[in-house]
């Protein structure tokens, strides 16, 4: 069944949700909220970003409403059926000091850990993501090259991130969450929800029921929105890391064993930063300084840092070169979303495509021409 409706997700839920669709990444997200707030600064347009999270999110799916998704997006009469056969008459017991309770009804939520589970819910999302996008009163931030598109909202899995250019956008925006809601049986979690403005803006605490941020904003584990934000973003990873590093030096390992502690448990924690930001000098230097006082058991390294990355056949220990490796990340990022034809339809695409052209070639006064990365991908 997992295959079979992956098979037409690619087909049936818009790209701006990037969870759950084969061919779609978190990275996909990322770069479009990068992008977009950069355009924002850019071109000064008032803009409020709106992160909302939906409290309990899985828990709160309707049965009934679900099962009217799944016919709504004409999945089959066959297909619907298999699902309903699981959601229908199920019932579970609480255990209380010991006690067993009477078994009780379920007729909402969605089973964490089935592999059905991630793509039934993003069915049931894309509804919102829907109403939101139809919703001609609210303005979206119009997508270089194309007035006609807009960059209105991203998606991934329950997390839902929104460019509002108006306080009316930012009304019809609330009120289609409480219809959602309604029909739904969600909430918004006004206590995790946040609001980031950039440019003047005349709303006030009042008028929102979630807090407006001032700082920084924290969206799918990565920090946007002002300076600092990739300084800090590498900054909690690396700190991570390092306590990772902290309980791996307890254990009596060879260098092979570092290395491959290095590769397989450290790295993934930096490298999903890399869909985002990229590499900042300081925290090279630092991941460098931290891998070699690991792997050599010493603040002083016993050889030369260029052998021990090198391969056994080479003389070398394999110790992996982890800053290299992550700008490496960073480009094929760039390079997927430029070059890969399934992303040319998401807002992303477009956005990245207007930076990377107009920041690729600095001119300066002396008519020299400085070739570098575009000024977004430069870190902080």
Known sequence: MVKRLKGAMGEIVHPDQTCGVPGRRVA?????????????????????????DQEKAFDRVSHEFMERVLQGFGL?????????????????SAMVNGWKTEPFPIRSGVRQGCPLSP?????????LAAYIRNDLNIKGIPTPGDAKKEVQCTLYMDDVTLFCTDGKSVQSLLEACK??????????????????????????????PFPIEAGLVKILGIW?????????SWNERL????????????????????????????????????????LMANVARAVNSM????????????????????EHCKGGKAVP???????????CGCIRITLTNENKDHSAYRVFRFFWKTGMGKVEECNNVQLGPPLVLQGD
């Open 28 to 52: 996909d997200s990322l770069a479009l909220i990068r992008d977009t707030i950069q355009y924002i600064k850019d071109r000064n347009i008032r803009t409020a970003l709106v992160c909302l």
């Open 76 to 92: 089959g009469e066959r297909f619907c059926n298999y699902v309903r056969i699981m959601y229908t008459d199920i019932f579970s």
């Open 119 to 127: 793509s039934l819910f993003v069915l049931v999302i894309e509804l």
């Open 179 to 208: 219809d959602f809601g309604k029909a739904l049986g969600a909430k918004i979690n006004m206590d995790k929800s946040q609001v980031k403005l950039f440019g003047r803006w005349d709303l006030c605490n009042k008028l929102l």
């Open 224 to 232: 946007f929105g002002g300076p600092g934000a990739a300084a800090k």
């Open 239 to 278: 700190a991570k890391v390092k306590q990772k590093r902290g309980f791996w030096s307890l254990r009596h390992l060879s260098i092979e064993g570092k290395a491959l502690v290095l590769r397989n448990d450290a790295l993934p924690v930096l490298q999903y930063v890399t869909q985002a930001w990229s």
């Open 291 to 310: 891998v070699f006082h690991f792997v050599c058991h010493s603040k002083m390294d016993r050889v030369k840092r260029t052998v021990m990355h090198k």
């Open 321 to 331: 070169d982890i800053p290299t490796i992550l700008r490496a990340f960073f480009v």
